[in-house]
């Protein structure tokens, strides 16, 4: 199993990023995935998950209303839409694959596999 994430960048405070993340080596259809990050000098959080159709979503209150994630199962691809960002959204993003078709988890060792992961830094 890969997950390979890209988009990250640097970007001015206000704008917006858009990262994906593709999977391969699994059906991804049968699982669900998330978004954590981690900030220097601090522990990994979560951001965002997605449950296998899409039709369900969770977000942390820190990017609530800010940040939109979707996933495209053809494409095999988990996107995270990152709007109004703020300096304090300066982190690795990584992207993450749990087992299962429930309602999508929050909780970091629910999550089977890791990509490598995505910088992101917000200039203020």
């Known amino acids: 199993v890969q997950l390979q994430a890209y988009g990250g960048g640097l970007v001015q405070a206000g704008g917006s990023l858009r990262l994906s993340c593709a999977a391969s080596?699994?059906?991804?259809?049968?699982?669900?995935m998330g978004w954590f990050r981690q900030a220097p000098r601090k522990g990994r959080e979560f951001v965002s998950a997605?449950?296998?159709?899409?039709?369900?979503?969770i977000y942390a209150d820190a990017v609530k209303g800010r940040f939109i994630i979707s996933r495209d199962n053809a494409k095999k691809t988990v996107y995270l839409e990152m709007n109004s960002l703020k300096p304090e959204d300066t982190a690795v993003y990584y992207c993450?694959?749990?087992?299962?078709?429930?309602?999508?988890?929050?909780?970091?060792?629910?999550?089977?596999?890791w990509g490598q992961g995505t910088e992101v830094t917000v200039s203020s």
């Open positions: 080596g699994l059906t991804f259809s049968g699982w669900r």
């Open positions: 993450a694959a749990d087992y299962g078709l429930g309602y999508p988890t929050h909780a970091l060792s629910e999550y089977d596999y």
């Open positions: 997605i449950n296998w159709n899409g039709g369900s979503t």
